[in-house]
Nanobody
Framework: QLQLVESGGGLVQAGGSLRLSCAAS????????VGWFRQAPGKDREFVAG?????GITYYAEFAKGRFTISRDNANHLQMNSLKPEDTAVYYC?????????????????WGQGTQVTVSS
């Protein structure tokens, strides 16, 4: 069983940066594709970014391109720059035993508890 724990959320002003991390309890991400999702109040959970199992291929939602970067070392990270108030949401890390990260949240087997990101204007 893979347990995921996110960290790094918080309150930041517009234009600022945050780095989210996702740790896998007792495991490494070497056997999993990973995705980051977010859910704003009253909205559906949406795909933000994904990283292939190899760690060599990245995927981004249009709104994330050029501002967010997904990466992996011993944990999985989402670097978020030039943050906007509309980026305010709970951010979730998810994983599945596959080569590539799907954009559909229902394809994922493992989820973290989420971390709140609030961007003030």
């Amino acid at each position: 069983q893979l347990q995921l724990v996110e960290s790094g959320g918080g309150l930041v002003q517009a234009g600022g940066s945050l780095r989210l991390s996702c740790a896998a309890s007792g495991r490494t991400f070497n056997n999993y594709a990973v995705g980051w999702f977010r859910q704003a109040p009253g909205k559906d959970r949406e795909f933000v970014a994904g990283l292939s199992r190899s760690g060599g291929i990245t995927y981004y939602a249009e709104f994330a391109k050029g501002r967010f970067t997904i990466s992996r070392d011993n944990a999985n990270h989402l670097q978020m720059n030039s943050l906007k108030p509309e980026d305010t949401a709970v951010y979730y890390c998810a994983a599945l035993s596959a080569q590539f990260p799907p954009r559909r949240l229902y394809d994922y087997d493992y989820w973290g508890q989420g971390t709140q990101v609030t961007v003030s204007s």
